[in-house]
C-alpha cells in the first residue's frame, strides 16, 4: 500500500479568476491552460512535500 501522511484526501472544487486581462487570440489559434502546484518566485513553494490529482477541468473564456 501506499503511505499517506496528512488529512484525508477529500475533492475540492477550485474556481480560479484571473485579474481582469484581455487577450486577443487571433481565428485559427489555441489557449493552452497550464495547471501547477509550483508557482515560483510569485509564490514561494511549501517545504512540505505534496501531491495533486485533477480529475475535471472546466476552462470558461468570456467573449467580448
Known amino acids: ?8 484526501r477529500v475533492p475540492v472544487s477550485v474556481t480560479i479568476s484571473t485579474a481582469g486581462n484581455l487577450w486577443r487570440v487571433p481565428r485559427g489559434h ?8 509550483n508557482d515560483f518566485p ?3 513553494p511549501s ?3 505534496s501531491a495533486t490529482t485533477i480529475l475535471r477541468v472546466e476552462l470558461v473564456v468570456p467573449r467580448r
Open 1 to 8: 500500500g501506499e503511505d499517506v501522511v496528512g488529512p484525508p
Open 30 to 37: 489555441w489557449l493552452q491552460l497550464e495547471i501547477t502546484n
Open 42 to 44: 510569485y509564490l514561494s
Open 47 to 49: 517545504q512540505v512535500a
